[in-house]
């Protein structure tokens, strides 16, 4: 008889990821006695194939993160040092109760939460909060950061976003990948473009930036930072110019036609080629190619909306398809997001009926810096959850002096002290995805992932949800809704199905079966129910019926640009996801330090050294980086892989130190991130 005790079973719990991506991969956590062994990717999930990114294989290293946020903590030094003590649960509730009451009782409008998508979850993400925020009648927040432009200009076009299914991309001819470095930001798109590309698929990389994704494509076109709705003009002319046009389509399921034929006249390939700083064979070549190949497929991303007309470009861009016909195969068409193929209960989630006819004022995200420095209105109060406006926001400088105000109270839920974190007067210990229960809704394929908690929350951590019921009874909520379980909130979110039968399984389809063809006869979620070339719906949100081109606010050809001629694009880093996973280690260990990639032409004309630190500024800021020459640049463009953590990085600083909050896009309210001129000196 062995007195050896044998080791206890492996147990496989159904996971999500729910990080700001695509894909919502469906994980399977391997638990032995209570503890997360590992995290691998579920085989047989059909649009991720137990395939995971390199960030989401290290979940544990992240989850058991020796810094992990594991008890409640209240500053003691001043703010932005980062200086804290432990408190108690009981304490730190009692007393964000007791400062909130006193600020509502004056105006609630005072309080603003700040949040966005570190978790993509409908449970964690904007479920008990909206509730508890809509409750007390705080300002609302235009959550606009990452995708509101593009969302606007797609919808003007096309309706909602429901785009090319990923599990039929393998089956297209031709796959552009327009401002999307897949391989980054898309694992699983990749693979199946690379499958496509071994079947004889064309790929086709429009980036201001040799990405990895566009160092693998056939052909790369790398027009300047906000020129790409030029470009989506040009493609335009070249296909109506030769007859490229899919004309029972175009009459059948069209709105506009005549009229769009007028304008893509104006945009010839010699001027737009003279606007986007590439050559006019480009132009006529990419033009035939989409053309002429079938099924073509378009996958978008949202790095083109990042400037001033980012909304139009994603407009013009989402014209393409429907010129050629493409909508009529299953793996053609344009893939920004699926989003739109869910019917998620957004009301059942954050009960707006709570604001009992109350409209409380909109405060952009985009634009934290200049609210919280506003004495006209003050913020007197900020709740932060799900993001690190810090380190993410556009005006860094300015965000930070916002947050550094004494007078301003600020609460912080998190799993790390990131740069926010270190402003707070409290911090509360959130739980990972490993601990408590949510449903993700994706925005990259047709699968509602469901997620199971594989361990027990780690020290005194708490789910986003539990943290705002405690908010909720402190402040003397009695509405039902502020005791409804995770369990309950994730099956209002999705009527329809049983959620619980979702979870045993992992994930379940949602929308059209494969293969189907979605817009193969139309049926558009527009005004007229067609592709909207003309838009009577863009003249109410400001911009020109027809595409149009909307110049950079910052443009190289500018005023501005004699004394700052570069312009600058600060793309993710492949190894972090936005400011996530800056702090594990072994990720930061690949990603080295913060780069500026720069042209040798424009490395040359500055007597900068490869592998030397320069200075990067303009009037906002500046900032230290190690300089790489490389012709991954094109000339004319630096790069700033982001999003560093600012206490991480050489100089204390990152790469919104130089972005500007300033200037809005067209559409959708949202941050010009890539619409930044700098200049670079040795330093």
């Known amino acids: ?52 990114c390199t960030k989401v294989a290290r979940y544990t290293e992240r989850t058991y993160h020796p810094d992990r946020l594991l008890h409640p903590l209240r500053r003691v030094g001043p703010k932005g040092s980062g200086r804290f003590e432990r408190i108690g649960w009981d304490e730190a509730i009692r007393s964000i109760a007791a400062r909130l009451a006193r600020l509502a009782a004056e105006d609630p409008e005072q309080i603003l939460p700040y949040s966005y998508a570190g978790t993509m979850g409908l449970v964690q993400g904007e479920s008990m909060a909206q509730r508890f925020f809509h409750k007390l009648g705080a300002s609302r927040l235009d959550r606009t950061i990452c995708a509101s432009a593009g969302t606007v200009g797609y919808g003007i076009t096309l309706g909602s976003r429901v785009g090319t299914d990923i599990e039929m991309v393998d089956e297209a001819r031709l796959i552009v990948f327009w401002g999307c470095n897949a391989i980054t930001s898309s694992v699983h798109f990749w693979a199946r473009a690379q499958a496509a590309k071994r079947r004889g698929a064309t790929l086709v990389a429009i980036d201001p930036y040799r990405s990895l994704t566009a160092e693998k494509c056939h052909l790369h076109i790398a027009p300047l930072p906000g020129t790409d709705a030029a470009l989506a003009l040009g493609l335009m002319h070249v296909l109506i110019r030769d007859d490229l046009i899919d004309h029972d389509y175009v009459a059948k399921h069209t709105l506009g036609y005549d009229e769009l034929q007028g304008r893509a006249a104006l945009y010839d390939p010699a001027r737009v ?189 708490k789910p986003n949800t539990e943290i705002f019921r405690l908010f909720a009874k402190a402040m003397g909520f009695t509405e039902p809704c502020f005791e409804d379980s995770d369990e309950v909130i994730a099956q209002a979110a999705v009527p329809g199905w049983n959620f619980n039968d979702v979870r045993d399984v992992g994930w379940t389809r949602v929308g059209a079966p494969k293969g189907t063809a979605r817009f193969a006869n139309g049926g558009f979620d527009t005004p007229s129910g067609k592709v909207e070339f003309l838009a009577s719906s863009a003249r109410a949100l400001g911009v020109d019926v027809l595409p149009d081109y909307i110049a950079p606010q910052e443009d190289t050809r500018s005023e501005l640009a004699r004394q700052y001629p570069l312009a600058m694009i600060s793309p993710p880093a492949r190894h972090f996801l936005n400011s996530s996973f800056v702090n594990v280690q072994s990720l930061r260990i690949v990603e080295g330090e913060p780069w500026l990639d720069l042209h040798p032409d424009d490395a040359a004309a500055r007597s900068i050294a490869d592998d030397t630190y320069v200075r990067v500024f303009n009037d906002r800021g500046s900032l230290e980086l190690r300089a790489r020459v490389t012709d991954r640049a094109r000339p004319g463009v630096v790069v700033a892989l982001s999003i560093w953590w600012k206490k991480l990085a050489r100089d204390g600083k990152n790469a919104n130190e130089l972005t500007s909050s300033d200037t809005l896009t067209d559409l959708g309210r949202g941050p010009t991130f890539y619409d930044c001129l700098v200049e670079v000196e040795p330093l």
């Open 1 to 52: 008889m062995s007195l050896v005790a044998e080791p206890s079973p492996v147990s496989i719990v159904k996971g999500a990821c729910p990080h700001d991506c695509p894909d919502t991969c469906a994980l399977e956590i391997h638990v032995r006695d209570g503890v997360a062994l590992k995290v691998t990717g579920s085989a047989a999930h059909g649009p991720t194939a137990g395939v995971l």
């Open 273 to 461: 080629a003279a606007i986007c700083g590439i050559s006019a064979g480009d132009i006529e070549a990419l033009g035939r190619l989409y053309g002429t190949t079938r099924p073509a497929l378009i996958r978008a991303n949202y790095g083109m909306q990042r400037a001033r007309g980012g909304g139009m470009a994603t407009r013009n861009i989402a014209c393409l398809p429907a010129l050629v016909g493409a909508f009529r195969d299953a793996a053609g068409g344009i893939l920004l997001s699926t989003s739109g193929n869910f019917a998620v209960d957004g009301a059942a989630l954050s009960r707006p009926d709570l604001l009992a006819g109350r409209q409380p004022r909109i405060i952009n995200m985009s634009t934290v810096g200049h609210a919280l420095l506003d004495e006209r209105a003050p913020v007197r109060a900020i709740i932060v959850y799900n993001s690190n406006p810090v380190a993410v926001a556009p005006d860094s400088t300015r965000v930070a002096r916002g947050f550094a105000r004494e007078d301003l109270f600020t609460v912080v839920l998190e799993h790390f002290r990131t740069d926010t974190a270190d402003y707070a007067d409290l911090i509360l210990p959130a739980t990972t995805q490993l601990e408590h229960l949510d449903i993700v809704k994706p925005y990259g394929h047709y699968d509602m992932v469901a997620n199971n908690p594989a361990i027990a929350p780690l020290g005194e951590s």
